[in-house]
């Protein structure tokens, strides 16, 4: 298993163009459904234009794959990742390794259910869009509250607050994941506090 992975050269486009192709190929002989087929390859476009050609392309399309088949929207998804990699005759150390380089390249987030099962939430992804404009307005709303009343709630119970409303309310995130939204929850209010102060002057 190779691990010196990352090229910091510009990949061409032709580059891109034949990886995604033969991922495309790999899927199709693997009868992957072509609905997780479309965002797996977009994936396998992403990774490649940040980080480079692969050395081990199987093990980079199947662990695009293994990512998009545990949206946490699959929730409940049994599936393991020793059964995934046996599925597509694959080590699973290799399908581990990509499946790790893939979350650190393009800023997945990882989400685990009571059974410790990954779950993988994208960056440029509805839930993640969703979160962060929920955030944004929950935290900007305190912040001009805080101005004008003084005082302000705790960022615990915005965040709870704020989790409530996205496993309960909007829907968007399985209530299987509360607790370790939370936690996502909580990073993202304390940054996007710091931004509303800088903009305010520090006040």
């Known amino acids: 298993m190779y691990r010196s992975e990352k090229v910091h050269l510009a990949v061409s486009p032709q580059v891109i163009v034949n990886v995604v192709r033969d991922a495309h190929g790999f899927y199709a002989e693997n009868r992957i ?11 396998v476009r992403r990774y490649v234009s940040q980080v480079g050609m692969p050395r081990e392309t199987d093990s980079l399309f199947a662990a695009a794959l293994y990512i ?5 929207w699959s929730h409940p998804n049994p599936l393991t990742k020793t059964e995934f990699a046996a599925r597509l005759r694959m080590k699973e150390s290799s399908l581990e390794w990509y499946t790790d380089s893939i979350v650190e390249a393009l800023g997945f987030i990882v989400l685990r259910d009571h059974s410790q099962l990954p779950f993988f939430v994208d960056p440029e992804g509805t839930i993640a869009s969703v979160i962060d404009s929920i955030v944004r307005s929950s935290v900007g709303e305190e912040v001009v509250l805080s101005i004008v009343r003084g005082g302000a709630v705790s960022p615990t119970a915005l965040a709870e607050r704020i989790v409530d409303r996205l496993c309960n309310v909007v829907k968007i995130v399985p209530a299987a994941f509360e607790q370790e939204l939370l936690t996502v929850v909580k990073r993202k209010i304390e940054e996007e506090s710091q931004r509303l102060i800088r903009e305010l002057g520090g006040r």
């Open 68 to 72: 998009v088949s545990r949206h946490p």
């Open 33 to 43: 459904d072509e609905r997780y087929q479309s965002v797996a390859l977009d994936l």
